[in-house]
């Protein structure tokens, strides 16, 4: 999408979506991740119901939070694993970034984090597998999906049902969302996630930078092979990461801009803060000045 098309081009009704109280009700497909991100996907799902639209949750049956306590349709599917493998895979991975963190993209990718994503994936699987789940989600003519592009199966599930998607998220690992916003991202003045460069980079630092991007490029492809091959046989064609990415009509950024490095973004980029938590209790009158 072409930064000059981008006005004319985005889906009708996902504007009418993000237009809070001012446009009919839409009909909203969900598909959150678990753990701390739905903590902050839920507020804006309670907001989107608060205004009037209509909203369905498709989530696992084994989950810790995922569509508790709202007042949505929530559609489950049954998984390969129970409650305690989740725990156990996440434990593990929780266990080596605390005791010994991987320094490295490809530590990572090929480490803990591997394993913890693998099961991850295996959602969509599950998903596509409950043939009547399926069924229902065609017939529902969703105006949008509303995502958390860590669960990727709510990319692959917006390119099926060919609905418009938007998505939800502080960043995202490797170099997607750059090529799927198609937003330049100099590697001279922009450091990498995680690679601990600051955006005054000398010679010797970016040279670092571009070859942390290059490691990026070699590995990026095998932590997310498991999703991509799911894609590929729901979709009935080869797929990557690009091609779904590339489909997203908004991304809505946790986070601020001055927050991060200065660096170009697009139309369809649109930054909502940090919200990254669930919202904050008022403290009790004992605490409080005077």
């Excluded at 969302?177 to 003045?189: A, D, I, K, R």
């Amino acid at each position: 999408m072409a930064p000059a098309d981008f006005p004319f081009s985005l889906p009708l009704c996902v504007c009418l979506l993000l237009a809070s109280g001012l446009a009919q009700a839409g009909r909203l497909l969900v598909v959150p991740m678990d753990g701390s991100h739905w903590f902050t996907m839920q507020s804006v799902v309670e907001k989107l119901v608060h205004n009037g639209h209509e909203v369905v949750a498709a989530v696992p049956e084994v989950s810790w939070q995922l569509g508790k306590s709202l007042n949505i349709t929530v559609k489950t599917y049954s998984t390969s694993h129970t409650l305690a493998d989740l725990d156990q895979k996440f434990k593990y991975f929780s266990h080596t970034q605390w005791k010994t963190p991987e320094q490295s993209v490809l530590s990572l990718m090929t480490g803990s984090g591997k394993f913890f994503s693998e099961l991850m994936f295996s959602h969509c699987r599950s998903l596509f597998n409950d043939k009547k789940l399926v069924e229902y989600l065609k017939q529902s003519s969703f105006d949008a999906v509303f995502l958390d592009p860590f669960e990727l199966c709510g990319l692959t599930l917006a390119k099926y049902l060919s609905v418009p998607s938007v998505m939800f998220t502080r960043y995202f690992f490797c170099h997607y969302l750059e090529e799927g916003t198609q937003c330049p991202s100099p590697l001279s003045y922009v450091p990498r996630l995680f690679s601990k460069l600051s955006d005054t980079m000398t010679f010797k630092e970016r040279v670092s930078n571009f070859a942390f991007y290059m490691e990026e490029r070699a590995f990026c492809h095998y932590l997310f092979k498991s999703a991509t091959d799911i894609a590929s046989e729901v979709l009935q064609t080869p797929v990557t990461l690009e091609d779904l990415f590339s489909q997203a009509s908004i991304w809505l950024l946790r986070t601020d801009f001055v927050l991060d490095f200065p660096k170009p973004v697009m139309p369809n980029m649109v930054f909502i803060g940090g919200l990254n938590c669930q919202q904050g209790k008022l403290l009790s009158k004992e605490f409080l000045p005077g």
